[in-house]
């Protein structure tokens, strides 16, 4: 856990901080080191299964960002890390949908085949880095939404916000492992699902990365709408 830390760290001090995956670095540093923490503490009944499970999450992250070709999932956050109408918070989600929706799965059966188990043993530290994940989801879009009111209704960034679930997309990469793992005698299914779910996991991305006005134009169109001012049909 200490050498994946060490490179998102390393990572956080080479990227600009506007950086679309600087913006998702930090958010996945602080939980990475949070659920560090935990594990150290003994928030873990077997610590070794959770830090297996942890540290092959977070290499195929760190894995994506380097790679020459990343997985689909990862494509629209590295090609958009730049845009000037993308904001912040869609660079975290949309990294959040990529590693969760995507590598959470393939994670899990990797630390399955390195512990010699099967899901169903893994299943209490799959939902125990879950809750980690979910108590700091609130923090997340606090930090990073831009100006006080959260819903604000003209703001487009709303909508994107409502539109993805942590806990939906946390569900759905555990069956999607259980079903990765029914597949392993069948390499040649387990890999087209594999590709499925990385392109339909990258297109729910690229949704979230869509660029929008600026918060100031929406929330003056807000305020027109409130005042009467702006009708629409």
Not at 16 to 23: E, L, S, T
Not at 73 to 79: G, Y
Not at 126 to 133: E, P, S
Not at 137 to 161: K, Q, Y
């Given at each position: 856990m200490e050498a994946v830390l060490a490179r998102m760290r390393a990572l956080d001090e080479r990227l600009?901080?506007?950086?679309?995956?600087?913006?998702f670095n930090r958010v996945y540093l602080t939980v990475t080191e949070t659920l560090h923490r935990r594990i150290e503490r003994g928030g873990?009944?077997?610590p070794r299964r959770a830090e297996t499970l942890?540290?092959?999450f977070a290499e195929r992250y760190l894995a994506a960002v380097a790679a020459e070709r990343p997985?689909?999932?990862?494509?629209?956050?590295?090609?958009?890390?730049?845009?000037?109408?993308?904001?912040?918070?869609?660079?975290?989600l949309a990294g959040i949908n990529a590693h969760i929706g995507h590598d959470l799965a393939l994670a899990v059966v990797s630390a399955c085949r390195t512990l010699d188990c099967e899901p169903a043993a893994l299943e209490a530290d799959?939902?125990?880095?879950?809750?980690?994940?979910v108590a700091l989801?609130?923090?997340?879009?606090?930090?990073?939404?831009?100006?006080?009111?959260?819903?604000?209704?003209?703001?487009?960034?709303?909508?994107?916000?409502g539109s993805w679930s942590l806990d939906r997309a946390r569900a759905g990469a555990?069956?999607?492992?259980?079903?990765?793992?029914?597949?392993r005698r069948s390499p040649e299914v387990a890999e087209e699902f594999r590709e499925s779910l990385d392109a339909s996991v990258g297109l729910i991305g690229r949704c979230l990365l869509t660029p929008l006005p600026a918060a100031g134009d929406a929330g003056r169109i807000g305020r027109a709408v409130r005042s009467g001012g702006l009708h629409l049909l």
């Open positions: 600009p901080p506007r950086d679309g995956v600087a913006v873990f009944p077997a942890g540290v092959r997985p689909a999932c990862w494509r629209p956050l590295l090609q958009y890390r730049r845009h000037p109408g993308v904001r912040p918070l869609q660079y975290a799959f939902d125990r880095v879950g809750d980690t994940l989801e609130e923090h997340i879009r606090e930090e990073l939404m831009p100006g006080p009111d959260l819903l604000e209704v003209a703001d487009p960034l709303t909508h994107l916000v555990w069956a999607s492992a259980r079903l990765l793992w029914t597949l």
